[in-house]
């Protein structure tokens, strides 16, 4: 087996578990994104429950700007809460829970 055909089924394997993950928050999550500013908190909630969202459909589920939207998943990644996994187009989004929790769980 080639070292691409191995890398290929490791990304995939990655993604797939990364999704899997993000789909069902624990008590614990659901109780940073009830601390985390209502914007993001509806960024997050919305990539939690379909990682391949992009910003226009974030933007239009929660009623703001495609820029607003940007700007705040550009601090949420600042932050490591957010990672783009892929590309622009055909990507997803994962959140990083840990990362979460540590700076919206009191």
């Known amino acids: 087996v080639s070292v691409f055909k191995q890398d290929d089924f490791m990304l995939r394997a990655t ?15 659901k109780n940073a994104l009830k601390n985390a500013p209502k914007t993001e908190a509806e960024i ?21 700007s495609r820029r607003t939207v940007a700007n705040k998943i550009k601090a949420l990644q600042e932050q490591g809460i957010v990672i783009r996994i892929g590309p622009a187009k055909g990507g997803q989004w994962s959140v990083d829970k840990e990362h979460l929790i540590q700076i919206f769980a009191k």
């Open 44 to 64: 997050l909630s919305l990539i939690l429950e379909k990682p391949s969202i992009s910003l226009d459909d974030m933007a239009s589920a929660i009623q703001v």
């Open 15 to 29: 993604l797939s578990a990364i999704a899997f993950a993000s789909k069902k928050p624990d008590e614990v999550t």
